[in-house]
């Protein structure tokens, strides 16, 4: 079973830093490029990056570029989302997903981010 | 950069068909994905492609893409479709991926 479990968020303030982690299992994790994919409270969704599957090529919003570094390692199976001077409109549950061909399938679970003072 | 409009509500009674429309700058041009997200829950994909739909997806839901509009059709509504339905394209020009602004459909 394909499956993705997000990780490490929380609550932080204005200014800070927080590091997400995306677990994968049940396929290939090497052959996919991956995406995190964010969703304010009571809003819609906002696609934030984008990393192929030999890290060669990324991507970002411009909401979070510059901010916002995303970054993988196959070894592990693992995605990462380094996030930096965080604002209050960050606040948001955050979704790694696996891409096929320009879409999004499946979705982690969500890690919830608060920045707030 | 590309914006994809969604009207925000949809009713509709059960067994009765819903129709969801997602408006973009010559969308047809482009391949449109559909998510459904109930409360709490995470995205699933329920059409791609403008109208295929993955493996596990009743027959019920189907898309059609052309011109500036594409739109997802739910026939024989039914109470468990009740959800916020997003599309999405992948847009060329800015090499980002775009949602849009999503529409709740409500089972009366």
Known sequence: ???LVE?????VQPGGSLRLSCAASGFTFSSYSMNWVRQAPGKGLEWVSYISSSSSTIYYA????GRFTISRDNAKNSL???????RAEDTAVYYCAREITILFDP????TLVTVSS | ??????????????????????????????SVHWYQQKPGQAPVL?????SDRPSGIPERFSGSNSGNTATLTISRVEAGDEADYYCQVWDSSSDHYVFGTGTKV???
């Open chain 1, 7 to 11: 990780s490490g968020g929380g609550l």
């Open chain 2, 1 to 30: 950069s590309y914006v994809l409009t969604q009207p925000p509500s949809v009713s509709v009674a059960p067994g009765q068909t819903a129709r969801i429309t997602c408006g973009g700058n010559n969308i047809g041009s482009k």
């Open chain 1, 80 to 86: 990462y989302l380094q996030m930096n001077s965080l």
């Open chain 1, 1 to 3: 079973e394909v499956q």
């Open chain 2, 106 to 108: 409500t089972v009366l």
């Open chain 2, 46 to 50: 329920v059409v791609y492609d403008d």
């Open chain 1, 107 to 110: 979705w982690g679970q969500g």
């Open chain 1, 62 to 65: 411009d909401s979070v570029k």
